[in-house]
């Protein structure tokens, strides 16, 4: 995961600022190919999405930005070979810090709104692909989440993924 920080271009009229560059992506070690872009609207402070991501073969990248109020981004590693698995990050995007994060491949992602009305933008690598979605759950202990909020809007799917459960792998709790 990075966080992505624009160089702003401040004058009377207001700022303008590079969102993306393929060249300097690139440069980072970032190979990026943008394939979808999409919006998220959220009405409600407190709303969750996620903890999201592509499982194999899918090899689904994102670059998502904050366009309209502020939500908190977190990003979980559910990789159980990676050092750093069930650790998160988690980074405050916003219209007015301008920031973005880049998710790597395989990472999990899921963030809490902030404020009403807000609305995120997501660049992906690939289109989604239907039956490829994984996830974790928001309130799972085994993450230590702290999100900022009490939960005032969640989707089924997202408060129904299993808990973990195991002192290794991705192992659901059985019903």
């Known amino acids: 995961m990075w966080i992505v920080d624009v160089e702003a271009f401040t004058d009377a009229r207001g700022l303008f600022a590079?969102?993306?560059?393929?060249?300097?992506?690139?440069?980072a070690g970032l190979a990026v190919e943008?394939?979808?872009?999409?919006?998220?609207?959220?009405?409600?402070a407190g709303t969750i999405?996620?903890?999201?991501?592509?499982?194999?073969?899918?090899?689904?990248?994102?670059?998502?930005?904050?366009t309209r109020g502020a939500l908190l981004d977190v990003v979980v590693d559910p990789r159980p070979d990676s050092p750093t698995y069930l650790s998160h990050v988690a980074v405050e995007l916003s219209a007015d810090n301008h920031r973005a994060l880049f998710i790597d491949a395989g990472l999990a992602?899921?963030?809490?709104?902030?404020?009403?009305?807000?609305?995120a933008t997501y660049q992906m690598n690939v289109p989604f692909t239907p039956g490829h979605d994984r996830g974790l759950r928001f309130d799972d202990p085994r993450l230590g989440i702290a999100w900022p909020l009490p939960v005032s809007v969640i989707s089924d799917k997202d408060r129904a993924w299993p808990l973990l459960t195991g002192v290794g792998g991705l192992t659901p709790l059985s019903s």
């Open 109 to 119: 992602h899921g963030y809490q709104t902030l404020a009403d009305a807000t609305e």
């Open 34 to 44: 943008v394939a979808q872009c999409s919006v998220a609207f959220n009405a409600a």
């Open 49 to 66: 999405r996620g903890m999201h991501w592509a499982g194999e073969p899918v090899r689904e990248t994102k670059l998502v930005r904050c």
């Open 18 to 27: 590079r969102t993306f560059c393929a060249e300097e992506f690139a440069a």
